[in-house]
Nanobody, 124 residues
Framework: QVHLVESGGGLVQAGGSLRLSCTFS????????MGWFRQAPGKEREFVAV????????DYADSVKGRFTISRDSAVKAAYLQMNSLKPEDTAVYYC?????????????????WGQGTQVTVSS
């Protein structure tokens, strides 16, 4: 059973940076695409970024392009989300998800496994 654990969230001022981590266990990391999603109070969970199994394909939501970078490290079975130039509208609980297969998806329903989430709060 795949198990995901996020960390790295916190409180930061607008314009600041945070790096989220997602550790992966219980399966073959190289068989999964890894995605980051977020959910603000009263809103649905939305796509942020995704990286394919090899790290060669990445996709981002328009709202974070140029500010966020997704990466993965197979040696330690982890995925990361570097968030720069943070804005108050980035405030949300951030979740990592794992999708088995060679393709990538921006759809919540395609992800089989989720972490518990980590809170990111950006003050103005």
């Amino acid at each position: 059973q795949v198990h995901l654990v996020e960390s790295g969230g916190g409180l930061v001022q607008a314009g600041g940076s945070l790096r989220l981590s997602c550790t992966f266990s219980g399966g073959a990391f190289s068989m999964y695409a890894m995605g980051w999603f977020r959910q603000a109070p009263g809103k649905e969970r939305e796509f942020v970024a995704v990286i394919n199994w090899s790290g060669g394909i990445r996709d981002y939501a328009d709202s974070v392009k140029g500010r966020f970078t997704i990466s993965r490290d197979s040696a330690v079975k982890a995925a990361y989300l570097q968030m720069n130039s943070l804005k108050p509208e980035d405030t949300a609980v951030y979740y990592c998800g794992a999708e088995e297969g060679l393709t990538i998806s921006t759809s919540v329903s395609r992800y089989e496994y989720w972490g518990q989430g980590t809170q990111v709060t950006v003050s103005s």
